[in-house]
């Protein structure tokens, strides 16, 4: 039977080359999955306006939390016009494509029967981490957490994007009930960390492992005498006052030991107990200077003198295994949210603790900028309040999530509120005081231990009652707080904005109506709310520090430099200009001027831009 095939016209011949040219040789591919918001984002421009009766001032401090409400598509436009290249660190919980309708593309849930279910979110994700790119610093840290179903998707999809970064993965135990399908109990996350290459960027962990103190007498590899001969040498001792008196020159093998200066001492050679002849840990000079220090010393064990070294705990790099009750999502994540707003169904919160250590592990800096464009039940808002609270930080947080089922406003909003102002506690909430790596053995005897607890114990007495645990080999203590009471707030000031759509610009109309419009996306930008100087055709709005002054008439450029030359500190200038000119000639002489910006211009730009990528 004579075979079929296709019938294609030149044209449709060439298209089919072109395509079979630009494939990938590797990598991930899939079919493009249009979304109903992208293809209608593209029509419209986005900027913010604010929600004043959502805003919460707690202080004089100019430091301000941010919450958007919208489709994070839409946000992220935003913020790639006020925080490009700001944001230290982006830590995002994505919904988990697990096809049991938990997931909605293009308002419909997707399920184990569509047959695009997997490209869905690999577009999904492709445009929102194409923005997020260009918000991270150069030493910025990107986290994504997500479960089996799209974990290797997703770490393709970062690839691609961050080709310049490096790419870890972690897994961490957030439910050690675990969720039972088929074969397995799955207890587990991954995280997904986009880092700077060839940097340690990534923090030492917080809390000490205990301090290692061991026999000098060498064990295991290379340990015997004749492995390194310099190292086998006496160390003699004051046999009443066990002080280490003085070091013998290195013994050759065959020669006869050389015994001590007097009868009130003893040397100490690196021998075992079943006459095996090894050597020390340490060199000569060294020994003598730490026991100077008090780190190389004698004791006393069983009637006989040996000799012992102590090494100073110090940070170790953090693992990629992250175990312990901390990580409970159930206690930490559920509970807590219960506690601070009541019952709710938000499904799967995360513990506050698994952000709270991703924060730490993520970044140095007390006054960094975290942002959480898939902010959900608001935890990482949370976490960055309870951060600051525990080392006296200014860290800052920008959460970003839509308000489907009135999520912002009765979840989000909700529990940053509650934290910020403080609450009454719905149920017992648990807070960590104090964590330390520890071996089982060690738990008895470790008065070191025991005296650290109790001190952390008078710092917070203001707890219901203490609770001590012990997970894989790290000790915790807790803070019971009992449900009813009332919990202090974090403090902090917060300001809520809501996505505001623009069509795009046609004539020169709408460009001046656009401008006037981004006059609070340009007061996020440079957080400067307060106003100074409120005209028609020019306004000044100014925090402790600085001002911005936006000029919307080109021809009142004269009356705004006058109120600008008024002012003390750093001004920002904002003018109108039809064809991008900033008219700098006209503000040479303004001595405290920082910048000065066209708009609407770089504003139009930047969307430009981002339907080009998102079509390429």
């Known amino acids: 039977m004579k075979k079929k095939y296709q019938s294609w016209s030149k044209e449709e011949l060439i298209s089919q080359l072109k395509k079979t040219e630009n494939n990938k040789s590797y990598g991930l591919v899939w079919e493009t999955q249009k979304e109903e918001i992208e293809i209608n984002h593209n029509s419209k421009l986005s900027v913010l306006e604010s929600v004043k009766k959502k805003d919460i001032k707690n202080g004089t401090t100019d430091k301000q939390n941010i919450i958007i409400e919208g489709d994070n598509l839409h946000s992220l436009e935003v913020l790639s016009f006020t925080h490009k290249s700001k944001i230290d660190f982006i830590f995002i919980d994505p919904p988990y494509n697990t096809g049991n309708d938990t997931w909605k593309y293009n308002n419909k849930y997707v399920n184990d029967d569509d047959t695009f279910r997997h490209s869905k979110f690999c577009s999904f994700m492709y445009q929102r981490l194409q923005l997020a790119k260009q918000l991270l610093t150069p030493d910025g840290v990107l986290c994504l957490t997500i479960d089996n179903y799209e974990v290797h998707n997703v770490k393709h999809l970062l690839e691609e994007i961050f080709k310049d970064k490096e790419i870890i993965m972690t897994v961490t135990e957030h439910n050690y009930?675990?969720?039972?399908?088929?074969?397995?109990?799955?207890?587990?996350?991954?995280?997904?960390?986009?880092?700077?290459?060839?940097?340690?960027?990534?923090?030492?962990?917080?809390?000490?492992?205990?301090?290692?103190?061991?026999?000098?007498?060498?064990?295991?590899?290379?340990?015997?005498?004749?492995?390194?001969?310099?190292?086998?040498?006496?160390?003699?001792?004051?046999?009443?006052?066990?002080?280490?008196?003085?070091?013998?020159?290195?013994?050759?093998?065959?020669?006869?030991?050389?015994?001590?200066?007097?009868?009130?001492?003893?040397?100490?050679?690196?021998?075992?107990?079943?006459?095996?002849?090894?050597?020390?840990?340490?060199?000569?000079?060294?020994?003598?200077?730490?026991?100077?220090?008090?780190?190389?010393?004698?004791?006393?064990?069983?009637?006989?003198?040996?000799?012992?070294?102590?090494?100073?705990?110090?940070?170790?790099?953090?693992?990629?295994?992250?175990?312990?009750?901390?990580?409970?999502?159930?206690?930490?994540?559920?509970?807590?949210?219960?506690?601070?707003?009541g019952e709710n169904d938000f499904p799967f919160p995360k513990s506050i603790y698994s952000v709270i250590e991703s924060i730490q592990a993520a970044t140095v800096k007390k006054d960094a900028i975290i942002l959480d464009f898939f902010a959900g039940s608001g935890t990482t808002g949370h976490a960055v309040l309870e951060l600051n609270r525990m080392d006296g930080g200014e860290r800052k947080f920008i959460l970003c999530t839509n308000n489907e089922n009135k999520i912002a406003e009765k979840i989000t909003w909700e529990r940053i509120k509650n934290v910020i102002n403080g609450y009454e506690s719905k149920k017992n909430k648990k807070t960590q005081l104090f964590e330390q790596e520890i071996a089982l053995s060690d738990i008895k005897n470790n008065k070191n231990l025991l005296s650290r607890v109790e001190e952390i114990k008078k710092t917070y007495p203001d707890y219901d009652s203490y609770e001590e645990s012990l997970n894989f080999e790290s000790y915790i203590l807790w803070g019971i707080e009992r449900g009813g009471k009332k919990i202090k707030g974090l403090g902090g000031n917060l300001r809520y904005f809501k996505i505001k759509l623009l069509d795009k610009s046609r004539t020169d109309g709408d460009k001046n109506f656009i401008a006037k419009e981004l006059l609070e996306t340009i007061c996020f930008k440079e957080e400067t709310y307060d106003p100074t100087k409120i005209t028609k055709e020019f306004q000044i709005y100014s925090n402790k520090t600085k001002h911005t002054a936006i000029i919307y008439d080109n021809a009142f450029i004269g009356q705004a430099k006058s109120s600008i030359k008024e002012l003390k500190g750093k001004v920002n200038i904002y003018v109108f200009s039809l064809s991008g000119d900033n008219y700098e000639d006209e503000f040479e002489n303004i001595t405290n001027l920082e910048n000065i910006y066209p708009i609407p211009h770089p504003f139009l730009k930047i969307k430009e831009r981002i339907i080009k990528n998102a079509s390429s």
């Open 177 to 341: 009930r675990g969720r039972s399908k088929n074969n397995f109990a799955l207890t587990h996350e991954y995280s997904i960390w986009v880092v700077r290459k060839n940097k340690d960027v990534i923090t030492k962990s917080d809390f000490l492992p205990e301090d290692i103190k061991r026999n000098l007498r060498r064990t295991g590899t290379d340990a015997r005498r004749e492995d390194v001969p310099s190292m086998f040498y006496g160390i003699e001792v004051d046999k009443n006052t066990l002080d280490i008196l003085s070091v013998t020159d290195a013994v050759p093998k065959g020669e006869n030991l050389p015994k001590a200066s007097n009868a009130n001492s003893y040397i100490v050679f690196p021998v075992r107990s079943d006459g095996e002849e090894m050597r020390w840990y340490y060199g000569r000079d060294r020994v003598i200077k730490e026991s100077k220090e008090g780190t190389v010393y004698a004791k006393k064990i069983k009637n006989k003198i040996e000799i012992h070294y102590l090494q100073k705990a110090s940070p170790s790099r953090r693992k990629s295994v992250w175990r312990g009750a901390k990580f409970d999502s159930s206690t930490h994540g559920t509970e807590l949210l219960t506690s601070i707003i």
